[in-house]
Structure formats: structure tokens, C-alpha cells
């Protein structure tokens, strides 16, 4: 597949905001609240499944060359990172939000919605499974399952809620626009 030069700035535009989103943080515990995934979700509902994926694969990419733009640093070591199963999960809720959305000509509200909560959906079931085993057997930190589910997943529920209503405002209002442009 053959990637426009709008296509290349549109991915690497997200990919800075998905950088910047991992700065806006506030630390709970090894797993901070961000803004990433409203990022990661606009990706995917703005770019489609394929760039709005590859913008987030590529964020990955830069942050394990070792340019500190997770929330805790960069480099290859990050795979040992808690938090680096969120960031895996990232790609792939891109994909499935691009492919929810496309599906529709004109989404709603609702189907984004939707398709962003399944988003937060996939990156949980990547992303607390990877922290468990990273804490209990990489960190040594002696952690139950449902204590990781406590701190890498249930915390986060308001905040997602509210990030996926504003990608569903946001695409409602975009979508038709970049559809029309593209024309």
C-alpha cells in the first residue's frame, strides 16, 4: 500500500500527540492517568484502522529507540516497563476503533462511543495481563490478579468514559468533514 505524503503527516501527527499525551499525567501508581488513549482513540476514528494504527505502532517504535517520549522514559528496557502492555494494547484499539468507525457512512455518536469503549476494552485485556506479570515476575512485586485489575484497570474507568464521550463528540462533528474532503 502506497502512503500519501497527507497520510505520513497525519500519522506522525498523532504519534506526537499520543507523546504529548504521556506527558499530561498524573502518577496513582505504576500505571498513571493520561491523556494517551484520547489520542490513540481519535486515531483511529480520524485516520482509520490501518494509519491510525501505524501512528501509534510508530510511537512505539521512537519511545524503544530510546527517545523518552513514554511516561517514564524510553529505550528497549521499556518492554520490562508495567506499563508497556498499554502501549501494545494502543495499536490495536487504533485498529478496531478505525474499523468500527469506517464501517459506517455517516457514524453516530453511539457507534463511536461504542467502538471507543471496546478501544479501552482491548487495552485492558493487553495491558493489565502484561503489568501482572511484569510486577510479579521481571519487578518481584508478589501482586494477586484482582489487586492488578484494582490499580491497572478499574481506576481508570471514569476517566476513559469520559475521554471516549469526547472522541464521540469530536468524531461526530470531524468524520463527515475529512470524508467530504477526501471525495
Do not use: C, H, W
Not at 500505571?31 to 484502522?49: N, R
Not at 461504542?114 to 511484569?134: C, D, N
Amino acid at each position: 500500500m502506497k502512503i500519501k505524503t497527507k497520510d505520513m503527516i497525519l500519522v506522525a501527527l498523532f504519534t506526537v500527540l499520543t507523546a504529548v499525551g504521556a506527558f499530561i499525567k498524573i502518577p496513582i501508581g505504576p500505571a498513571p492517568i493520561t491523556l494517551q488513549y484520547l489520542f490513540t482513540a481519535l486515531a483511529g476514528v480520524l485516520l482509520g484502522s490501518f494509519l491510525g494504527s501505524l501512528s501509534q505502532l510508530l510511537y512505539i517504535i521512537i519511545g524503544l529507540f530510546g527517545i523518552p517520549i513514554f511516561t517514564s522514559g524510553g529505550g528497549p528496557s521499556y518492554i520490562f516497563n508495567p506499563t508497556f502492555g498499554y502501549l501494545i494494547g494502543f495499536v490495536f484499539a487504533s485498529y478496531i476503533i478505525g474499523k468500527i468507525v469506517r464501517k459506517s457512512e455517516k457514524p453516530s455518536f453511539l457507534r463511536i462511543f461504542l467502538a471507543s469503549i471496546l478501544g479501552v476494552v482491548v487495552i485492558y485485556i493487553i495491558g493489565v495481563p502484561y503489568m501482572y506479570i511484569i510486577l510479579n515476575n521481571v519487578l518481584k512485586i508478589t501482586m494477586t490478579f484482582t489487586k492488578a485489575m484494582k490499580i491497572g484497570f478499574l481506576v481508570f474507568i471514569p476517566g476513559d468514559i469520559i475521554k471516549s464521550v469526547i472522541v464521540a463528540i469530536l468524531g461526530v462533528k470531524i468524520v463527515p468533514v475529512i470524508r467530504k474532503i477526501n471525495r
